[in-house]
C-alpha cells in the first residue's frame, strides 16, 4: 500500500528541510524523483545522494514557484524527462515575520506569491497529466500555524498564518473538483522542526523554544523525518479513500 515503485514525484522546495527529506523518503519507497526550488547546486547536492543511496533516477530542476514560465517550463522539463506526475508535493514556502503593522506589502504580496500562488501555479500545470491519466497524489505542506497564532509577541507571523489557511481552502477546493479523476489533494500541518528556515530564528530564540516546549504535549520540536511518514502516506494508495483534509504533525501542540 506504501510502495511508490514505478512513481513520480515532484517535490518543490527539495533543497532543503522537509522537502529534502520527502524527497529520500519517496526515493527509498521506490519513486523516481523530480527535485524543484531555485537553487540547482544545493538541488543538484540532494539528487546525487538520493541516486546513490537508492539507486533510483533523481533530476533537479531549478523552479521559482511563485513564477508562472519558470512553473510551466519545469513540469514541462520533468514530464520530458519521466513522461508522467504522479504525486506532487508542494513544500516550497517561506516563513515571513512580522504584524500587519509593520509588513510591507511588498513582502506581504512575497510571501502570498511563494506560500500560495505557489501551489496554485504547480497545481495548474501538473493537474492535466493527473487528470489524463486518472492518478494523481497531491499533498500540500501547509503549518500548524493555518489553525493557530503565534503567541510569542516577538515573533508574529501575520502573513505566514494567512498564507498557510489559504492553503487549506485551496486544497479543499482542489480535492472536491478532482476526486472524479482519482487523484487526491490533502494539506500537512508541522509544527516545529528544524530546518534552514527555522534553525537560525526559533531554534535561537530561547523564549519561542521553552514556551513550544511548555505548550507541546511532547514537549519537544519534531525530529528529522518525522514528517517523512505523513507525507508518504498521503502520497500512496493507502491513502486512496483520504480526500481534502488536514493532519497537523505537531506532537499535539495544537490540542492544548
Ligand atoms: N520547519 C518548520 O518548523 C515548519 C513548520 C510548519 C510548516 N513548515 C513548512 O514546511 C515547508 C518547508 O519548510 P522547511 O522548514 O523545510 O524550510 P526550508 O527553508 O529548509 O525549505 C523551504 C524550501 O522552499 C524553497 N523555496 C522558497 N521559496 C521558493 C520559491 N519561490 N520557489 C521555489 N522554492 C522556494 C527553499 O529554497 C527551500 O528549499 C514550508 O512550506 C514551511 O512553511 C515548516
Redesign the pocket.
Known amino acids: 500500500m506504501f510502495d511508490l515503485t514505478g512513481k513520480v514525484a515532484v517535490i518543490?522546495?527539495?533543497?532543503?528541510?522537509?522537502?529534502?527529506?520527502a524527497a529520500r523518503a519517496y526515493a527509498e519507497q521506490g519513486a523516481d524523483v523530480a527535485l524543484?526550488?531555485?537553487?540547482k547546486e544545493?538541488?543538484e547536492a540532494v539528487c546525487n545522494e538520493i541516486k546513490e543511496k537508492t539507486g533510483r533516477k533523481a533530476i533537479a530542476v531549478q523552479?521559482?514557484?511563485?513564477?508562472e514560465e519558470?512553473v510551466k517550463a519545469a513540469v514541462e522539463e520533468v514530464l520530458k524527462q519521466y513522461g508522467k506526475i504522479d504525486i506532487l508535493l508542494?513544500?516550497?514556502?517561506?516563513?515571513q515575520g512580522g504584524s500587519v503593522e509593520n509588513l510591507t506589502t511588498e513582502l506581504w504580496d512575497r510571501s502570498m506569491?511563494?506560500?500560495v500562488k505557489?501551489i496554485f501555479l504547480m497545481s495548474k500545470y501538473v493537474i492535466p497529466g493527473m487528470k489524463e491519466r486518472k492518478y494523481g497524489r497531491i499533498v500540500n505542506?501547509?503549518?500548524?500555524?493555518a489553525i493557530i497564532a503565534d503567541k510569542e509577541d516577538t515573533l508574529v507571523r501575520h502573513v505566514?498564518n494567512t498564507?498557510?489557511a489559504a492553503v487549506l481552502g485551496l486544497t479543499k477546493a482542489m480535492a472536491a473538483t478532482y476526486a472524479r479523476y482519482n487523484i487526491t489533494v490533502n494539506a500537512?500541518?508541522?509544527?516545529?522542526?528544524?530546518?534552514?528556515?527555522?534553525e537560525g530564528t526559533?531554534f535561537k530564540h530561547e523564549g519561542f523554544m521553552k514556551m513550544y516546549n511548555a505548550l507541546c504535549p511532547a514537549s519537544r520540536?519534531?525530529a528529522r523525518g518525522e514528517?517523512n511518514g505523513p507525507i508518504l502516506f498521503l502520497s500512496s494508495d493507502a491513502c486512496s479513500y483520504v480526500n481534502g483534509q488536514f493532519f497537523v504533525v505537531d506532537g499535539g501542540l495544537s490540542i492544548t
Open positions: 518543490t522546495g527539495a533543497s532543503s528541510g522537509l522537502g529534502a527529506d524543484l526550488a531555485r537553487r544545493k538541488l523552479c521559482d514557484v511563485s513564477k519558470s508542494n513544500d516550497a514556502g517561506v516563513a506569491d511563494i506560500n505557489g505542506i501547509a503549518s500548524v500555524n505566514y498564507s498557510k500537512l500541518g508541522p509544527g516545529l522542526f528544524e530546518s534552514e528556515m527555522t526559533l520540536p519534531g514528517m
